[in-house]
């Protein structure tokens, strides 16, 4: 369903009249360019702190890009700042000269990206507070620059960190972070080996990775984007959803599997499926997923246990029996889909809430034992993103959620399905135990 508020907005009636009112005027974001994506260009800014640790890196990680960097002098440019030298709270007023002279300079749908850190593995306590700062203080970046339509966004680095950089550095400053806002992506040492030869245009080409819920929404955007950058989908979906899967693989040269991801015997189904076309499977995505709202006073035992065992259950599943075998080893990822109830909870969602709160809890415990195997394991938590589920809200929850955020507007099931598509990407080997926000930077549980 099409944001007709949003484009009120933007056309040369309503600019002026939401004005004269002082209403939000959401801006048209720039989004991937389906047949050509992946793509940086325009001019970059690097801002460096005293004693900062990676501005080479920075200029290495965005090497092969028709990136222009620029000086001070610069009219209009995007902004990169390393900030892993504040080691102090005064030393921050570097951080802030930088911004305060440059960030008017940010172009319509620009970026920002700020290098730091990790606090928790700095030893001097004063670095660390520092170092901590930075998220608030791009969090609120964000916000200021949401009316244009701009994103903020963190990179923390560990120790060898800045090896897997440029995949989180390339995704932040790129279209396909359009509704990824004022969030934080860790970065440690890479599991497996960083190479210079990537294909950065078609990074999944070749591989086979597993979508389920791969028929309709935002699934199907991920089959979509997934096939884009050369991947081989499979695509699970209910056998009540087979026509509709059938015709979206085909459409994308994947393989269709209708299967009840809840049946005792679905995730041995699965692994045979996915050993047809290789020995190998570089990643699944955990996508599928029901609700069944109610207050919790008047939600029965079913509406409980079956959303449950279906976002969660069903989920734990199917990762133990693919790791239980060497499919992922040396270079697979795992991909969960919480949600932004599961950070921050909702009216009548307790067991939605529930289960997706519990999918972040399983990113963050199984993420040291995949690292060991050569794997990550990720997550995203989409906001309100605009599918037919969130068409049959009522019209007034529905503006609320549209405009409840940095952008003031709903995503769109792509922006959740390139966030992903980064995820799964080799050169993201750096990458895991996130959780990261797919809401325009949601105001709620921000």
């Given at each position: 369903?099409?944001?007709?508020?949003?484009?009120?907005?933007?056309?040369?009636?309503?600019?002026?009249?939401?004005?004269?009112?002082?209403?939000?005027?959401?801006?048209?974001?720039?989004?991937?360019?389906?047949?050509?994506?992946?793509?940086?260009?325009?001019?970059?800014?690097?801002?460096?702190?005293?004693?900062?640790?990676?501005?080479?890196?920075?200029?290495?990680?965005?090497?092969?890009?028709?990136?222009?960097?620029?000086?001070?002098?610069?009219?209009?440019?995007?902004?990169?700042?390393?900030?892993?030298?504040?080691?102090?709270?005064?030393?921050?007023?570097?951080?802030?000269?930088?911004?305060?002279?440059?960030?008017?300079?940010?172009?319509?749908?620009?970026?920002?990206?700020?290098?730091g850190q990790q606090p928790n593995n700095i030893s001097s306590t004063e670095h660390a507070?520092?170092?901590?700062?930075?998220?608030?203080?791009?969090?609120?970046?964000?916000?200021?620059?949401?009316?244009?339509?701009?994103?903020?966004?963190?990179?923390?680095?560990?120790?060898?960190?800045?090896?897997?950089?440029?995949?989180?550095?390339?995704?932040?400053l790129s279209a396909g972070c359009a509704y990824t806002n004022g969030q934080i992506i860790?970065?440690?040492?890479?599991?497996?080996?960083?190479?210079?030869?990537?294909?950065?245009?078609?990074?999944?080409?070749?591989?086979?990775?597993?979508?389920?819920?791969?028929?309709?929404?935002?699934?199907?955007?991920?089959?979509?984007?997934?096939?884009?950058?050369?991947?081989?989908?499979?695509?699970?979906?209910?056998?009540?959803?087979?026509?509709?899967?059938?015709?979206?693989?085909?459409?994308?040269?994947?393989?269709?599997?209708?299967?009840?991801?809840?049946?005792?015997?679905?995730?041995?189904?699965?692994?045979?499926?996915?050993?047809?076309?290789?020995?190998?499977?570089?990643?699944?995505?955990?996508?599928?997923?029901?609700?069944?709202?109610?207050?919790?006073?008047?939600?029965?035992?079913?509406?409980?246990?079956?959303?449950?065992?279906?976002?969660?259950?069903?989920?734990?599943?199917?990762?133990?029996?693919?790791?239980?075998?060497?499919?992922?080893?040396?270079?697979?990822?795992?991909?969960?889909?919480?949600?932004?109830?599961?950070?921050?909870?909702?009216?009548?969602?307790?067991?939605?809430?529930?289960?997706?709160?519990?999918?972040?809890?399983?990113?963050?415990?199984?993420?040291?034992?995949?690292?060991?195997?050569?794997?990550?394991?990720?997550?995203?938590?989409?906001?309100?993103?605009?599918?037919?589920?969130?068409?049959?809200?009522?019209?007034?929850?529905?503006?609320?959620?549209?405009?409840?955020?940095?952008?003031?507007?709903?995503?769109?099931?792509?922006?959740?399905?390139?966030?992903?598509?980064?995820?799964?990407?080799?050169?993201?080997?750096?990458?895991n135990g996130n959780t990261v926000r797919v809401c325009g930077q949601n105001l709620m549980?921000?």
């Amino acid at each position: 369903m099409s944001d007709k508020y949003l484009q009120f907005a933007n056309s040369k009636i309503g600019k002026p009249i939401l004005s004269m009112l002082g209403l939000p005027k959401p801006p048209r974001l720039t989004r991937e360019d389906q047949d050509n994506p992946h793509q940086l260009s325009d001019n970059l800014l690097c801002g460096i702190s005293t004693a900062a640790l990676y501005g080479t890196q920075i200029k290495q990680s965005l090497e092969a890009t028709d990136l222009i960097f620029v000086d001070d002098n610069a009219q209009t440019c995007n902004l990169v700042f390393d900030a892993s030298g504040v080691r102090s709270t005064e030393q921050a007023s570097e951080l802030y000269q930088f911004f305060h002279n440059h960030l008017s300079k940010l172009p319509r749908c620009g970026r920002v990206v700020i290098i730091g850190q990790q606090p928790n593995n700095i030893s001097s306590t004063e670095h660390a507070i520092a170092q901590r700062g930075l998220v608030g203080f791009v969090k609120s970046i964000a916000k200021e620059i949401g009316r244009k339509g701009a994103t903020a966004n963190l990179i923390y680095l560990n120790g060898f960190g800045h090896k897997g950089l440029a995949a989180p550095l390339r995704f932040l400053l790129s279209a396909g972070c359009a509704y990824t806002n004022g969030q934080i992506i860790n970065v440690t040492t890479p599991v497996t080996g960083v190479s210079s030869s990537y294909n950065w245009q078609q990074p999944l080409k070749g591989q086979s990775i597993v979508v389920t819920g791969a028929a309709r929404g935002i699934g199907l955007a991920m089959s979509q984007v997934l096939a884009r950058d050369g991947a081989r989908v499979i695509g699970v979906d209910v056998p009540m959803a087979q026509e509709q899967l059938e015709k979206a693989m085909a459409e994308i040269n994947g393989v269709a599997l209708a299967l009840d991801i809840t049946a005792e015997d679905a995730p041995q189904k699965l692994i045979d499926c996915c050993t047809q076309y290789s020995k190998k499977l570089q990643g699944i995505v955990h996508n599928a997923g029901i609700t069944r709202d109610k207050m919790l006073s008047r939600m029965s035992d079913e509406q409980w246990q079956l959303l449950v065992d279906i976002n969660i259950g069903s989920v734990q599943r199917i990762n133990q029996a693919i790791l239980a075998t060497d499919m992922l080893d040396q270079g697979g990822r795992i991909v969960g889909v919480a949600s932004i109830s599961g950070i921050a909870g909702n009216l009548g969602q307790s067991n939605y809430a529930y289960s997706k709160s519990a999918v972040i809890g399983m990113v963050d415990s199984m993420a040291s034992s995949c690292v060991d195997r050569g794997i990550t394991i990720n997550a995203v938590a989409p906001g309100f993103i605009e599918t037919k589920m969130t068409a049959a809200i009522p019209f007034a929850t529905r503006q609320f959620g549209r405009r409840l955020c940095s952008l003031s507007q709903g995503g769109l099931p792509q922006d959740v399905a390139e966030v992903v598509g980064f995820f799964l990407s080799p050169q993201a080997s750096g990458v895991n135990g996130n959780t990261v926000r797919v809401c325009g930077q949601n105001l709620m549980g921000a």
